[in-house]
């Protein structure tokens, strides 16, 4: 027999039924549905595309996406969406029992038994039931709570939002400081040990595990900037031709660089490219839920055509779409020669980091190694880094910041992978992850997840794979994070950005001021 719900939805008039999805449209839709702004209404929540089954995105009326809402809230739009479509057409009734039918089919054991554990809207838990039909396993790990739900802008949202910004504004800076100076006070010992080699005519440097190394590294780096800048000093003034070059101490290089001297600290891979003969250009990718991520690719200039800026900009919030390989192959053949197409290999960055962590160290960086060494290499970054984009919200609303590590690893990984595979027309590519960025992965390839995702990987090579905390969480500011409630936790650091007087500090600093500050 058909449901209460159902039973309901017939009794009730048909203007009910569209009333409650367009209110429930309303209070997901990107503005107040409250005026007849024609901007307000294509910002109009139309349905929840469920990404995973726990993961809905919100895709609005001009085709735009807004962030994983609550998972009950999803299902309700898309319930009150199908019953208003069926209530305005004709023979709806029928259709909607059939529909029930079939849930109810789905929700019975192989002995006949109905599954206990189900949600309001009838969903089942039975493997390989619809996907509409289909809810996850009931239990979930802590870590990764219920996200909250925030609706359009009104006044009492954005006054609240604004009060927590000002309190985590004042809170997570203190919270900070008492961090900085828990390590300066354990670093007096240092320190003074320290200013006492000094005294005695010791360098405290020789008690470094890789001095040796260290120093011929520093060796080798300051003859090669050397060279670079006495080649430099003779082309401005005087260019010679290549069997010149050959009779004097600076012999011609395979990657010509375009970069040296001295090595400052700025936010610019494609600089450090230039600096070991290669380069950088961004790509643009959409995640599936809107967040615009940056996408660096290294290559070599005289084997390599740049794409155009509009090639490079972002696609649609689709990932591998159908014949997306084909698509890519004439591209590829424009970029590179024929015979000479490169295997693809993403890097994923860790915590608090961005991709540039592997193009630190010159020729002995990883990003630069493999490069140097034949293959097509990919930078890849995770949402909101040096600079938070969405495709729809703007850097103050919370809705910007209503995510976590499970949607990094379902909606961030898999946009980048399928960008590098469209760019580059291989139906696989090798995966190298740093510390958050393994943890993304492992999430990803979970079988709640997205475990298709390894169909596209070659290889994935795990750096400090971060699975579990172990004696991290003892520390006294990470325990403190445990034990306060997530109320307590808003009011701390807010619904915004983590802290973001890093981000102030990293603008305003010095780099080698903010380096000292976060690494020692």
């Avoid at 807004?66 to 739009?77: I, M, R």
């Avoid at 470094?208 to 900037?225: G, I, L, W």
């Avoid at 101490?249 to 375009?258: L, V």
């Amino acid at each position: 027999p058909p449901s209460p719900l159902t039973m309901a939805f017939f009794t009730a008039p048909k203007s009910g039924t569209a009333d409650a999805y367009s209110s429930q449209a309303a209070s997901l839709s990107l503005l107040s549905q409250d005026s007849n702004n024609p901007e307000a209404q294509s910002t109009k929540a139309v349905k929840a595309n469920f990404i995973t089954p726990r993961d809905p995105v919100i895709e609005t009326a001009n085709g735009g996406r807004l962030p994983a809402v609550p998972l009950d809230e999803a299902e309700k739009l898309n319930r009150f969406k199908e019953e208003a479509e069926h209530a305005g057409s004709r023979g709806g009734e029928s259709i909607i029992r059939q529909d029930t039918t079939q849930l109810a089919a789905a929700q019975q054991t192989d002995d006949g038994a109905s599954i206990g554990d189900q949600s309001s809207s009838g969903q089942s838990v039975k493997p390989g039931a619809p996907l509409r039909a289909a809810i996850p396993a009931p239990r979930t790990h802590p870590l990764f709570p219920q996200l909250p739900l925030y609706g359009p802008s009104t006044l009492l949202r954005d006054l609240q939002s604004r009060a927590f910004q000002t309190s985590s504004a004042i809170l997570s800076l203190a919270f900070l400081g008492t961090i900085v100076l828990g390590s300066l006070f354990t670093s007096i010992p240092i320190l003074l040990k320290h200013v006492y080699l000094r005294l005695t005519c010791r360098n405290p440097n020789e008690r470094r595990p890789f001095y040796e190394e260290e120093k011929r590294r520093e060796k080798a780096r300051n003859d090669s900037s050397s060279i670079w800048k006495r080649k430099r000093r003779r082309d401005q003034v005087n260019p010679r031709s290549a069997a010149d070059l050959e009779d004097e101490d600076c012999p011609e290089e395979e990657f010509e660089r375009k970069a040296g001297g001295k090595d400052p600290l700025i936010c610019d891979v494609g600089y450090y490219a230039r600096r070991v003969g290669l380069d950088v250009e961004e790509f643009n990718v959409q995640t599936e839920d809107g967040f615009i991520i940056a996408l660096w690719h290294v290559y070599i200039p005289k084997d390599y055509t740049t794409v155009s800026p509009s090639g490079r900009a972002q696609d649609e919030p689709i990932v591998f779409p159908k014949d997306y390989l084909a698509d890519s192959s004439a591209t590829l053949c424009q970029q590179q020669p024929p015979g000479k197409q490169k295997y693809p290999v993403l890097l994923v960055h860790g915590l608090l980091q961005s991709a540039g962590a592997y193009c630190t160290n010159d020729d002995d960086s990883l990003a630069f190694y493999l490069a140097k060494s034949g293959y097509d290499v990919w930078l890849g970054n995770n949402r909101c880094g040096f600079q938070p984009r969405h495709q729809m919200l703007s850097y103050n609303d919370p809705r910007m910041w209503n995510w976590n590590i499970r949607q990094m690893g379902v909606m961030d990984l898999p946009a980048l992978i399928s960008r590098v595979l469209s760019e580059t027309g291989f139906s696989k590519l090798g995966l190298v992850c740093h510390s958050q960025g393994t943890t993304e992965t492992f999430v990803a390839l979970a079988k709640e997840q997205r475990p298709d995702l390894g169909d596209k990987i070659s290889v994935f090579c795990a750096l400090a794979p971060a699975v579990y905390a172990g004696p991290l969480i003892g520390k006294m500011y990470f325990k403190f994070m445990r034990i306060i409630s997530p109320g307590m936790f808003r009011i701390m650091f807010g619904v915004h950005a983590f802290i973001p007087f890093m981000m102030l500090m990293h603008r305003w600093l010095p780099g080698s001021i903010y380096g000292a500050l976060g690494y020692r």
